[in-house]
């Protein structure tokens, strides 16, 4: 990993304070994300915080496929790998670092650390990549490269961390973006593994999502384990898809519960949420999720009748993975279940969970 000190202005060093440091750390990650040339998402929170996801690489969306494979550089495979800059313009210092930067000592020099914001804001970027991948569930096996990394990942494989000296009100533009991207073709690095999946660029509609698709993630997670769960399928995991998807349903189901019974039930938000938390955990989801369906929901939203059928008992596969039930035989009841009967509860666990979804979307916008 490289440490570099790049000046935008003409300062003296004496005077230098935290207000003139920001930082840009270039992670080069193990796969290709279609997002075009150059593209900026901003972090949906946090004002000060932002990514450019740079392709070396870059196929139009209506491209043939084939066409676009044959654009892969064979013989210098990092090539189609997206880079991304994550960019902080109120980074935390540790104790000496900021005299490190006025002297110059970029060995003293460290934010490499897991407290960077911008790490979390990469795996969600990479997780709203799979969600607009696989769109509305109709997805190809090309979805499959991209995934969340791990933190020792993530680490190992930033290529370089600038820290950039500015007058605070000074912008950093795509100019300068992309002149830090040159300069970091320049320098030797060797990390070349990764896989490329459909490497065609997004529609500017996909782009779009892939914005929103931060924020439905930042906002609740059974987008992201609903997309692990499509994922996990895709790769053969059916008993991982059936955890994860039933995981994503009782999650989107919770927020369901809370939008329709906000209303009806009076009082403080910390009771009402007290209330929901104990409902939620203290009674049978296999019913709670029957009662919300026949219930609670609009005749239009309700997922059929067979739907829910295998739903629930993929509901039952579930809690035989994970409470390891056991026959008179000794034998897990998992294994008594053919594949196909483990096919039918994962499709009508993510029929249902669909409809929940669409419901609750309906609802946040109203």
């Known amino acids: 990993m490289q440490r570099i000190i790049r000046k935008l202005n003409e300062l003296n060093a004496d005077n230098l304070t935290l207000a003139h440091v920001r930082t840009a750390t270039i992670v080069r990650l193990p796969f290709h994300l279609c997002t075009g040339s150059i593209f900026q998402i901003a972090e949906p929170d946090n004002d000060c915080l932002e990514i450019w996801l ?62 960077n914001p911008g790490f979390r804001l990469l795996n969600e970027v990479v997780a709203a990549h799979q969600m607009v991948r696989f769109g509305p569930y109709v997805f190809g096996m090309g979805a499959l490269w991209p995934r969340m990394l791990t933190d020792r990942e993530t680490i190992e494989r930033i290529l370089v961390e600038v820290v950039l000296l500015a007058d605070p009100d000074h912008i950093i533009d795509k100019d300068i973006i992309l002149k830090l991207f040159d300069d970091m073709d320049k320098l030797p690095f060797s990390l070349h593994s990764g896989g490329m999946g459909d490497p065609r660029n997004y529609s500017s509609e996909q ?63 910390g009771k009402f ?15 709670l999720v029957q009662l919300s369906v026949r219930v609670l929901m609009k005749t239009e939203e309700r997922p059929s009748d067979d739907e829910l059928k295998q739903c629930l008992n993929g509901v039952i596969l579930r809690n035989a993975i994970m409470h390891l039930d056991i026959k008179k035989t000794g034998k897990y009841k998992m294994r008594e279940f053919s594949p196909s009967k483990i096919n039918e509860g994962y499709s009508g666990i993510m029929a249902v969970y669909r409809a929940f979804e669409a419901a609750v979307e309906s609802r946040e916008k109203s």
Do not use: W
């Not at 090539?79 to 935390?92: H, M, Q, S, Y």
């Open 54 to 115: 740079r392709n070396k690489l870059s196929i139009p969306h209506d491209a043939d496929i084939h066409e676009g494979i044959n654009q892969i550089p064979r013989s210098s495979p990092e090539g189609f790998l997206t880079d991304a800059l994550i960019v902080n313009r109120k980074p935390e210092l540790r104790p000496g670092e900021l005299e490190a930067i006025r002297t110059g000592r970029t060995e003293a020099i460290g934010f490499a650390s897991l407290r």
């Open 273 to 287: 949420n007290t209330f929901m938390s104990d409902l939620l955990r203290e009674q049978g989801f296999y019913s």
């Open 207 to 269: 782009l779009a999502a892939l914005k929103l698709a931060v924020r439905k993630i930042r906002k609740h997670a059974f987008y992201e384990l609903k997309t692990n769960a499509i994922a996990a399928m895709l790769g053969g995991d059916a008993i991982v898809a059936i955890v994860l998807g039933c995981a994503a349903l009782e999650g989107v189901h919770g927020a369901f519960m809370r939008l329709i019974l906000r209303d009806k039930i009076p009082g403080e938000i």
